[in-house]
């Protein structure tokens, strides 16, 4: 099968080009994409850039031109749930845009006419990530994410996020990605390492633990890989 492996900025997905070693670079869209040959199995291995435009136009791309038949997305997210500590992982259950604002019509905060307001993952997806996590003895937490083109570091944003969407980790790329697969039919699923608490300190934490969370993110997406083309 073709899967596409996704993350935002290039510290997220250097520990999959290490672990792939050999592959071949296409450049399309101002993007690079790298191609892998995975025991019979192709492997496309991208960053977006940061945010949801970037974020969708490489899902995108992968889906229409590379035909990747799932998409797995890492990398790391700043915690809502105070049971979220750095380098924790959660998979999103379902993931909203906290920023996608018409409320002064009458609509709930992240919808838009025809849209809704939460996107959920592929459910055999998040199994099989569950199994993965019990198998290895990871931790996964599961719920969900709340994605917008702001990198919060704020309490008070924090917690209005927190009650609006019941979030519970915080990033700027997931529910694009959601949005775009859900529409071109295409499971997918979204893993994050925690890097930071979305609070004063968030810029600090972020540069401090980028490296460490992004790599235990696209470890733990390697393994759900190899069930995963296992199954097919
Ligand atoms: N330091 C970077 C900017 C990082 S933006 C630079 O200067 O280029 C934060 C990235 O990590 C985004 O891709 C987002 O998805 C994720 N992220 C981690 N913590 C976050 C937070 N507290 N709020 C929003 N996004 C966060």
Redesign the pocket.
């Known amino acids: 099968m073709t899967v596409g492996l996704l993350g ?2 290039v510290e997220e997905i250097e520990p999959l080009l290490e672990y792939f070693k050999n592959y071949e670079v296409i450049k399309y869209a101002d993007n690079e994409f790298y191609l892998a040959d995975y025991n019979g199995h192709k492997i496309v291995i991208a960053y977006s850039k ?1 945010g949801k435009v970037h974020a969708a136009l490489t899902a995108a791309t992968m889906i229409e031109k590379f035909k990747i038949e799932a998409l797995l997305f890492s ?4 915690a809502i749930d105070e049971n979220l500590h750095i380098g924790d992982l959660i998979v999103a259950s379902a993931l909203c845009q906290h920023d996608l604002d018409i409320t002064a019509f009458g609509h709930p905060y992240g919808y838009v006419p025809e849209g809704k307001v939460c996107y959920e993952s592929d459910d055999s997806l998040r199994e099989l990530a569950q199994r993965v996590a019990k198998e290895n003895n990871v931790d996964l937490k599961e719920g969900i994410i709340a994605t917008g083109d ?4 704020d309490e008070k944003k924090k917690e209005w996020i927190k009650k609006a969407f019941n979030a519970s980790a ?4 997931g529910a694009s990605v959601a949005v775009v697969a859900h529409s071109l039919k295409v499971p997918f699923l979204v893993i994050r390492s925690i ?2 608490a ?1 609070g004063m300190d ?1 810029g600090f934490d ?2 401090e633990f ?1 490296k460490t969370s992004a790599k235990v993110s696209a470890l733990f997406l390697t393994d759900i890989l190899d069930k995963l083309i296992a199954k097919s």
Not at 75 to 78: C, L, Q
Not at 150 to 153: G, M, P, R, S
Not at 170 to 173: P, S
């Open positions: 935002a900025m940061i990398g790391v997210a700043g702001q990198f919060i570091a915080i990033e700027m790329e890097s930071d979305a968030a972020f540069d980028l």
